[in-house]
C-alpha cells in the first residue's frame, strides 16, 4: 500500500509559478511510475505529467509541456511538479498518482494509488 500527500498549491498571480510535491510512504515507491493530474470544477479529471520509475522518462499533456516539468527523487520518496507561466487555465485540484506495475501512462484507470489533491488557483 502507498500513500500519497500533495503538498505546495495556493494561489498565483497568471505569469508565476509553483512547485507541487507529492510525498509518498512505502518502501516500493521507486519502482512506481508517477504521474500528475488535474481537475478543474465541472471537468473530468484530466492528465498533466507523468515520469517513469527511474526518472529518465518524461510524458507531458500537449497543454502544458514547455511550461511544466515533473521530476522525481527516489531517496526522497518525492516526486514534484514544476508550473512557469501559469494561465487561469491551470486552475485545478491537482493530484499525485502512482502506477505500481511501472508503466508510464496517461490514462488514469491505471494507477493504482491517489493523494487527495491541491488546490492550484491562478488569478488573471
Known amino acids: 500500500q502507498v500513500q500519497l500527500v500533495e503538498s505546495g498549491g495556493g494561489l498565483v498571480q497568471a505569469g508565476g509559478s509553483l512547485r507541487l510535491s507529492c510525498a509518498a510512504s512505502?518502501?516500493?515507491?521507486?519502482?512506481?511510475?508517477m504521474a500528475w493530474f488535474r481537475q478543474a470544477p465541472g471537468k473530468e479529471r484530466e492528465f498533466v505529467a507523468a515520469?517513469?520509475?527511474?526518472?529518465?522518462?518524461?510524458y507531458y499533456a500537449d497543454s502544458v509541456k514547455g511550461r511544466v516539468t515533473i521530476s522525481r527523487d527516489n531517496a526522497k520518496n518525492t516526486v514534484y511538479l514544476q508550473m512557469n507561466s501559469l494561465t487561469p487555465g491551470d486552475t485545478a485540484v491537482y493530484y499525485c498518482?502512482?502506477?505500481?506495475?511501472?508503466?508510464?501512462?496517461?490514462?488514469?484507470?491505471?494507477?493504482?494509488?491517489w493523494g487527495q489533491g491541491t488546490q492550484v488557483t491562478v488569478s488573471s
Open positions: 498518482a502512482a502506477e505500481k506495475s511501472g508503466a508510464m501512462t496517461s490514462w488514469r484507470y491505471e494507477y493504482d494509488y
Open positions: 512505502g518502501r516500493t515507491f521507486s519502482s512506481y511510475a
Open positions: 515520469i517513469s520509475w527511474t526518472g529518465i522518462s518524461t
